[in-house]
């Protein structure tokens, strides 16, 4: 039972962080149609620049808020420079571009900062709390109730504002939107801005966890989309869900099957969901009509 | 035949710069980079076959050319295999790979059918990585060299031949697809599925031959460059590898035969002239990747092309 | 036995009951129209003949085999062949080719053979190039063969649709308005394809907003409205159908196909 609490605890944990990275999956996704690879480079970007702020003096909390605002202005600029200037390109050709900004941001980071693992202090102490039989982190707990926040803040953002409706209107029906004088382009902009500060946020709170380092983008994009595509493509609280279930499948997959293979499980959900279900969990399925 | 001309002078083109080529470099060095560029150029050709005629995605390829690389590393270290035997079952094994993963997910469309062969290709990638006993694990292994009848194909000059006339074979046979009943298939099924499946064609057939064509295209690459350098890693089958190919692919031209080695050359040589900035490898080929894709979506070769047609107009 | 036959052939899309019931049977040498206000049904009817789409209710029985569930490619070896109202032309590649993918069927499909254009495989390629010459100077298209599709003025690709359906062989073609959008020039050049089409023994089934090709063309006259049958008969029968002219025609157009009935 013990072990049980633990795995479930770690995957949790490391499941809102793929929570995170689909729900701005999502978010892009359903203001543009635009699967972003460069998702996970927000989440290190939150964590590296954070980390070489604190090592350069700065404290905490204003090197956090140095890291999401970097990763807000690059998820304009990705937007404004690559995105918006291949207006109407197909679905691979825009892949492409994602996964060219992906890399790019990952050279940068690599000249930029360096090849290492960095982490810093966890905010609330590093006692780990009893609960069961089994521990967990007090960061754990700030990553789950940071986590709860963002969506609860997104979800009145979409309900109660009047760009949150906007940003529904054009995920619904674009043309729709454009034609009752919503500026789509502004819409999209600010989905990749949100996109990039959910994502960074999430950095920001993990890394004391998990480390970060130039490279933990790719696979955290791939799982995040595994994530999303298990909730439903464009469904957020899909993707929430989605990512939870990733993070549970992956950890107590590592811990009962093969720990080798930790990295194989979100890939495999991947693959399962396209072949069985593609419209996931929450998702409809779509007719196409001739 | 006006028409057969204009498609086989591609062959010509190749074979006459493979042939030509070693007496215009001054040392070897040039000769192992553009083997490199044939080898790759064979990978590309393959993919193209799937991505520019057929219209279906893969950003998992360099799973099937990490298959080709490993077969003729595990073979002979392994199971006492000669490597020309290893090669062989290295082909028929990706073959048989692409065509049972090809079975289910060549039913998905755009976005999807891209995830699931990134997936496809980072699940092979974690397997040799894994599974140190038989590849050596994440620092790989080393490949014995390939003989036959006791002559050891090692060295620049002796691969760039291997390689330069394999891809001259390697167009050819490209070249012979595409205008024969299985070449129009696929470029009807790029252009409109409904309609070809209405005239006949089964379409999950041909989808399934592109990518088994395309896979066994890439192990042969891979079998080669893992037989010429001697070594074989997991980052051979890597994530970066797949996405290198696909820009090789679409930098040169989509549906281009010549685009292949072109794009192929200009992402191979580029990096060697980088050797000094290795770390900007990776930003120069993100940029690549973006600059391409929104200012010359079509690639260089069929632009060039595009505005040769212009011009005398 | 009749060439196509459809019986109480359904499909929902949603809450909407798209085709509902339609039922008839297309003799051989036949020309048979059906007809409808946009929205009728027409063309998800074609799909749901053609293959495109899984009927929720009712039979399809191509001489007398029922291949209600059969796919696309299937139902074209067995003898049926359809255009598209909104063109499904191969645009990158040329006129000719277009129609050689219709050759398909006829050709061997070796793909080694192919890989290694052997002997056979290039004299495959020659007959199937003579053929679809033949059949691109059936619709006049003759002089276009080596144009790439995408060059092709509308009407022109139009005839390209036919030829390639005809390249089949079939016994039955289906053919999805063949004159929307063509002119006066145009439809007359569709008008004298189709007679073509049916002197050579094919089965023609026409879907046509065109009321004068219409009455002037079709054997028989089978009318759709929201998913379901409401009159079947021949040109005069329809034309003087008082629930045809209510929902459809119109007391004019009733009176103009009238005129082109003569």
């Known amino acids: 039972m013990p072990e049980f609490l633990q795995f479930l605890f770690s995957g949790l944990t490391v499941g809102a962080i793929y929570a995170l990275v689909a729900l701005g999956f999502?978010?892009?996704?359903?203001?543009?149609?635009?699967?972003?690879?460069?998702?996970?480079?927000?989440?290190m970007i939150g964590g590296m620049v954070t980390f070489f702020a604190v090592a350069a003096g700065i404290p905490l909390p204003l090197a956090a808020l140095i890291a999401l605002v970097s990763a807000v202005i690059i998820g304009v600029l990705l937007h404004v420079l690559a995105i918006e200037p291949a207006k109407g390109a197909s679905p691979v050709t825009l892949i492409i571009i994602t996964i060219g900004a992906s890399i790019f941001l990952r050279g940068v980071a690599a000249v930029v900062f360096d090849k290492n693992f960095h982490s810093y202090p966890p905010f609330a102490g590093s006692e780990p709390i009893r609960v069961g039989g089994a521990t967990i982190l007090p960061q754990s707990i700030i990553v789950l109730l940071g986590t709860l926040a963002i969506v609860v803040a997104l979800w009145a953002l979409m309900t109660r504002t009047l760009i949150g409706k906007g940003m529904v209107a054009t995920a619904t029906n674009r043309l729709a939107a454009r034609l009752v004088g919503i500026n789509t382009a502004a819409i999209v902009g600010v989905s990749f801005a949100l996109s990039a500060a959910i994502g960074a946020i999430g950095g920001i709170l993990v890394t004391p966890i998990t480390l970060t380092n130039y490279d933990v983008g790719t696979l955290l994009a791939l799982k995040g989309f595994a994530a999303a595509m298990l909730g439903g493509m464009g469904h957020p609280f899909g993707a929430v869900v989605g990512g939870l279930i990733v993070g549970l499948l992956e950890t107590f997959g590592a811990g009962y099957i093969s720990s080798a293979y930790k990295d194989a499980v979100a890939f495999l959900v991947i693959l399962g969901v396209l072949l069985v279900m593609p419209q996931g969990?929450?998702?409809?399925?779509?007719v196409e009509r001739v | 035949m006006p028409g057969m001309l204009r498609t086989y002078w591609v062959v010509l083109a190749v074979a006459v710069i493979v042939a030509v080529l070693p007496y215009l470099v001054p040392?070897?060095?040039y000769l192992r980079i553009a083997a490199l560029v044939f080898i790759f150029s064979i990978a590309v050709l393959g993919l193209n076959l799937l991505m520019g005629f057929a219209g279906q995605v893969s950003l998992g390829h360099a799973g099937f050319f990490g298959i080709g690389a490993y077969a003729v590393a595990v073979g002979p270290a392994h199971f006492g295999v000669p490597s020309w035997l290893a090669l062989l079952l290295g082909l028929i094994l990706a073959g048989v790979i692409a065509y049972i993963i090809g079975r289910p997910i060549l039913k998905l469309r755009g976005h999807y059918l891209a995830v699931a062969t990134l997936g496809m290709g980072i699940l092979i990638a974690m397997v040799f990585t894994n599974e140190a006993r038989f590849t050596g694990g994440p620092d790989g292994m080393a490949v014995k060299r390939l003989v036959l009848f006791g002559w050891t194909a090692r060295g620049s000059v002796a691969w760039y031949w291997i390689s330069g006339v394999t891809l001259v074979l390697a167009v050819l046979l490209a070249v012979n697809l595409i205008d024969s009943p299985t070449g129009r298939a696929l470029r009807a099924i790029h252009d409109s599925e409904v309609a070809s499946r209405v005239l006949g064609v089964d379409v999950a057939r041909y989808k399934l031959i592109a990518f088994v064509l395309s896979a066994v295209y890439a192990a042969l690459a891979g079998a080669y460059l893992a037989l010429f350098d001697a070594l074989v890693t997991p980052a051979t089958a890597g994530f970066l590898r797949s996405i290198e190919f696909v820009t090789m692919a679409v930098i040169g031209g989509l549906g281009s035969i010549l685009g292949s080695i072109v794009g192929a050359a200009l992402l191979t040589v580029l990096p060697q002239l980088l050797t000094v900035f290795h770390d900007y490898e990776h930003i120069a080929l993100g940029f690549i990747m973006i600059v391409f894709m929104i200012f010359l979506r079509a690639g260089i070769v069929?632009?060039?092309a595009q505005l040769l047609r212009r011009t005398p107009q | 036995m009749s060439v196509l036959s459809v019986e109480n052939l359904g499909i929902d899309f949603g809450g909407v009951r798209a085709v509902d019931g339609v039922g008839f049977a297309v003799e051989a040498g036949e020309i048979f129209a059906?007809?409808?206000?946009?929205?009728?049904?027409?063309?998800?009817?074609?799909n749901l003949i053609s293959g495109l789409y899984p009927p929720a209710r009712g039979k399809v029985l191509l001489n007398g085999e029922d291949v209600t569930r059969l796919a696309p490619h299937l139902l074209?070896?067995?003898?049926?062949?359809?255009?598209?109202?909104?063109?499904?032309?191969?645009?990158r590649m040329s006129a000719i080719e277009n129609v050689m993918v219709g050759r398909h069927l006829r050709e061997r499909r070796n793909v080694l053979a192919h890989?290694?254009?052997?002997?056979?495989?290039?004299?495959?390629?020659r007959d199937s190039r003579a053929k679809a010459k033949d059949l691109l100077n059936l619709v006049g298209l003759g002089a276009m063969a080596e144009r790439p599709a995408g060059e092709l003025p509308y009407g022109a690709l139009k005839r390209l649709e036919i030829a390639r359906a005809l390249a089949t062989e079939p016994t039955i073609l289906l053919l999805d308005e063949p004159a929307a959008g063509c002119n006066a020039v145009e439809t007359a050049e569709v008008d004298a394809v189709i007679q073509k089409i049916a002197a050579q023994g094919v089965t023609v089934v026409l879907v046509e907003h065109d009321m004068r090709l219409v009455m002037k063309i079709s054997s028989r006259i089978h009318v759709l409205d929201q998913g379901r049958t409401l009159a079947e008969g021949t040109a005069a029968q329809i034309r003087a159908n008082p629930a045809v002219i209510a929902a459809y025609l119109g007391a004019h157009a009733g009176a103009e196909a009238g005129d082109a009935g003569r």
């Open chain 2, 302 to 304: 069929p632009s060039l």
């Open chain 2, 27 to 29: 040392t070897t060095f």
């Open chain 3, 34 to 46: 059906i007809i409808g206000p946009n929205g009728a049904g027409k063309t998800t009817l074609f």
């Open chain 3, 115 to 125: 890989l290694l254009r052997l002997p056979s495989v290039v004299a495959q390629n």
């Open chain 1, 281 to 286: 969990l929450f998702g409809s399925a779509g």
């Open chain 3, 76 to 91: 074209a070896a067995r003898g049926l062949s359809r255009t598209f109202q909104n063109l499904q032309i191969f645009f």
């Open chain 1, 26 to 43: 999502t978010l892009i996704y359903n203001a543009s149609d635009v699967i972003n690879f460069a998702q996970g480079e927000f989440v």
